[in-house]
Nanobody, 124 residues
């Protein structure tokens, strides 16, 4: 079975940085689009960044462009999210997800498997 395990979350001051990691198993990693989503208390799950499996193309939600960077290391079955210039509004539980799709990957419904989440808290 597919298993995704996130790590790297924590507490950081505004303007600081964190690097999230997601280790995948039970899938042919190079054939899956990987995405990062986040969910703040009382809010829906929001797309943050994605990397398409077919060409490695990346996409970010507008609010993190220029601050966050998604990358993947296929031989290590891992995907990362480098988060710089963090803001209090970035506070959320961050989830790693895997999808067979390459279109409409900002939609949570396109993703088949999810990690347990890792908490990111940004203080002002």
């Amino acid at each position: 079975q597919v298993q995704l395990v996130e790590s790297g979350g924590g507490l950081v001051q505004a303007g600081g940085s964190l690097r999230l990691s997601c280790a995948a198993s039970g899938l042919t990693f190079s054939s899956y689009t990987m995405g990062w989503f986040r969910q703040a208390p009382g809010k829906g799950r929001e797309f943050v960044a994605g990397s398409r499996w077919n060409d490695g193309g990346i996409f970010y939600t507008d609010s993190v462009k220029g601050r966050f960077t998604i990358s993947r290391d296929n031989p290590k079955n891992s995907v990362y999210l480098q988060m710089n210039s963090l803001k209090p509004e970035d506070t959320a539980v961050y989830y790693c997800a895997a999808s067979r799709h390459v279109l409409a990957i900002t939609l949570p419904s396109k993703f088949d498997s999810w990690g347990q989440g890792t908490q990111v808290t940004v203080s002002s």
